[in-house]
């Protein structure tokens, strides 16, 4: 099974040392490094989206089976790569042609810690996977932090970004027509100054976003 592991980093460091504790190894790693990266939660959002297209042309490139999607600011368990594997091919032989991809489960940062894993959306509304659920769960789209796909699901997806209240990551997932998993057990640590977020901590909580008088407002559930 070629895997190809990608990623769109500032720096490569901490990737190098979380794929390295691996059970499992990835056929080949490739990083696309942004030595400089943009300022401002909107400039970064359109950075991801035209770095995306970038990575596009590794997997194009390369070929490979399945793309193994990592964020440079993950902490993951060291049989993080196995278990996506065991979902993938437990997952891919139940939906054949309509599996998508599945991914582990990572809390958001920015003050509002609740699951980068999200569904129900509507025009004016979506929400985020409620964090007390348990085994394989279906969701519409995940952040890029840890998932694994099919090459060719993978290339399907569209990454950009047009002001919507999420990010070019979550726009990518929700235009895959494929099924999309997440796994509530496997849970990937989220770096950020001073230390690490996970989903089992306290602050771990469930959000509702709604647009109110067209502005986008959250309620904790």
Request: proline content about 4%.
């Amino acid at each position: 099974m070629n895997i190809l592991c990608i990623a769109q980093v500032e720096d490569r460091a901490n990737l190098d040392k979380q794929i390295a504790k691996q059970t499992m190894q990835p056929t080949r790693v490739i990083y696309y490094v942004d030595k400089h990266p943009a300022k401002g939660i909107d400039e970064r959002r359109k950075r991801i989206a035209v770095n995306h297209k970038r990575l596009m042309t590794i997997v194009e490139a390369y070929q490979p089976d399945l793309v193994w999607q990592l964020e440079g600011d993950v902490d993951l368990p060291v049989g993080c790569l196995e278990i996506l594997v065991q979902n993938y091919l437990e997952l891919s032989a139940k939906d054949g042609k309509h599996f998508g991809y599945i991914s582990g489960i990572q809390v958001g940062r920015h003050g509002l810690y609740c699951l980068g894993a999200w569904r129900n959306f509507t025009p004016d509304s979506f929400e985020s996977l409620d964090y007390t659920l348990t085994g394989i769960q279906q969701i519409e789209a995940t952040g890029f932090y840890c998932l694994l796909a099919p090459k060719d699901v993978w290339l399907s997806g569209k990454c950009s970004w047009n002001n919507e209240p999420y990010g070019c990551d979550v726009v990518w997932g929700r235009s895959i027509k494929q099924n999309k998993y997440v796994n509530m057990s496997l849970t990937i640590g989220h770096i950020i100054k001073g230390g690490i977020i996970r989903p089992e901590h306290k602050s771990t909580t469930t959000a509702k976003f709604r647009k109110i008088n067209d502005k986008w407002e959250y309620k904790v559930l």
